[in-house]
């Protein structure tokens, strides 16, 4: 998923560049701001992979929000979108280090571009999972104890993921026991449910992954035991197809298809 902050006063203009963009089949979430404070405040909350920008807003145009990022952010995409050609505005913007600099009726380029981005964000973040996946191993061959395996994989899962929470389940009999997790908000630690009665048991039993874009359309989940928690999808995976001994559970506080498209319009 490429997370994007996108810049833009003008809602259809907005409504415009995002469905190039998706139906083109790069998957993308977006945060719409409109102005300065909006975007200052959106970057202090969250992280993205790229950013475009109208170059036409009063008072906060891209050049100047390019500006901004590239003191915090250097290595961010960063794509100059306006209405009109310009050569001084299209030179001052790569100047200034801006990825491109497209122009809203060319959106065939501004979806290369982004497609371009896309490409690189995959790959960086493929470096950096391979990474934390090297680290994880080294600390599991450390690990002496089941707590400090199940602390190292909740960590690991979470952060390799980018998922709001993580659960590592122990299969006790015919219990799932809720041993550790990793999460924004508490979820069900030192709990014990039937097999039978959560998908974690029911990945175990089944001997096979189970990923729910929506918890609440999915009949194997217990929707009453989730409503009090921020869970709207996940993915669990059995430890081990052979017998499992217990299961590994991400979770987001989004259903998978708001996640795709995500946009304060």
């Given at each position: 998923?490429?997370?994007?902050?996108?810049?833009?006063?003008?809602?259809?203009?907005?409504?415009?560049?995002?469905?190039?963009?998706?139906?083109?089949?790069?998957?993308?979430?977006?945060?719409?701001?409109?102005?300065?404070?909006?975007?200052?405040?959106?970057?202090?909350?969250?992280?993205?992979?790229?950013?475009?920008?109208?170059?036409?807003?009063?008072?906060?145009?891209?050049?100047?929000?390019?500006?901004?990022?590239?003191?915090?952010?250097?290595?961010?995409?960063?794509?100059?979108?306006?209405?009109?050609?310009?050569?001084?505005?299209?030179?001052?913007?790569?100047?200034?280090?801006?990825?491109?600099?497209?122009?809203?009726?060319?959106?065939?380029?501004?979806?290369?571009?982004?497609?371009?981005?896309?490409?690189?964000?995959?790959?960086?973040?493929?470096?950096?999972?391979?990474?934390?996946?090297?680290?994880?191993?080294?600390?599991?061959?450390?690990?002496?104890?089941?707590?400090?395996?199940?602390?190292?994989?909740?960590?690991?899962?979470?952060?390799?993921?980018?998922?709001?929470?993580?659960?590592?389940?122990?299969?006790?009999?015919?219990?799932?026991?809720?041993?550790?997790?990793?999460?924004?908000?508490?979820?069900?630690?030192?709990?014990?449910?039937?097999?039978?009665?959560?998908?974690?048991?029911?990945?175990?039993?089944?001997?096979?992954?189970?990923?729910?874009?929506?918890?609440?359309?999915?009949?194997?989940?217990?929707?009453?035991?989730?409503?009090?928690?921020?869970?709207?999808?996940?993915?669990?995976?059995?430890?081990?197809?052979?017998?499992?001994?217990?299961?590994?559970?991400?979770?987001?506080?989004?259903?998978?298809?708001?996640?795709?498209?995500k946009s304060s319009c």
């Amino acid at each position: 998923m490429l997370r994007i902050l996108h810049l833009e006063d003008r809602q259809e203009d907005a409504f415009l560049i995002e469905n190039a963009i998706l139906n083109w089949g790069i998957p993308a979430e977006f945060i719409v701001v409109r102005d300065r404070p909006e975007f200052v405040s959106a970057l202090e909350q969250s992280q993205f992979d790229l950013i475009l920008a109208d170059n036409g807003l009063p008072g906060f145009d891209g050049l100047a929000a390019l500006k901004m990022v590239r003191q915090q952010f250097p290595s961010i995409g960063f794509i100059c979108v306006s209405g009109a050609a310009g050569e001084n505005q299209t030179r001052a913007s790569f100047q200034a280090g801006a990825t491109d600099y497209v122009l809203k009726d060319d959106l065939s380029r501004l979806v290369a571009t982004v497609r371009r981005e896309w490409d690189r964000t995959q790959l960086l973040r493929m470096n950096r999972g391979m990474a934390r996946l090297i680290a994880a191993v080294q600390e599991l061959s450390l690990a002496r104890d089941l707590d400090g395996v199940m602390a190292i994989v909740r960590r690991a899962g979470r952060e390799l993921t980018g998922a709001d929470g993580a659960t590592f389940v122990l299969r006790e009999g015919d219990l799932c026991h809720y041993a550790d997790e990793d999460a924004v908000a508490p979820l069900w630690k030192g709990q014990k449910f039937p097999l039978s009665a959560c998908i974690s048991g029911w990945v175990m039993l089944n001997r096979q992954a189970a990923v729910i874009e929506d918890i609440y359309a999915d009949p194997r989940i217990p929707a009453d035991a989730y409503r009090p928690t921020f869970v709207k999808s996940l993915a669990m995976v059995p430890i081990r197809t052979e017998a499992p001994v217990g299961a590994i559970g991400n979770y987001w506080a989004a259903a998978a298809c708001r996640r795709r498209r995500k946009s304060s319009c």
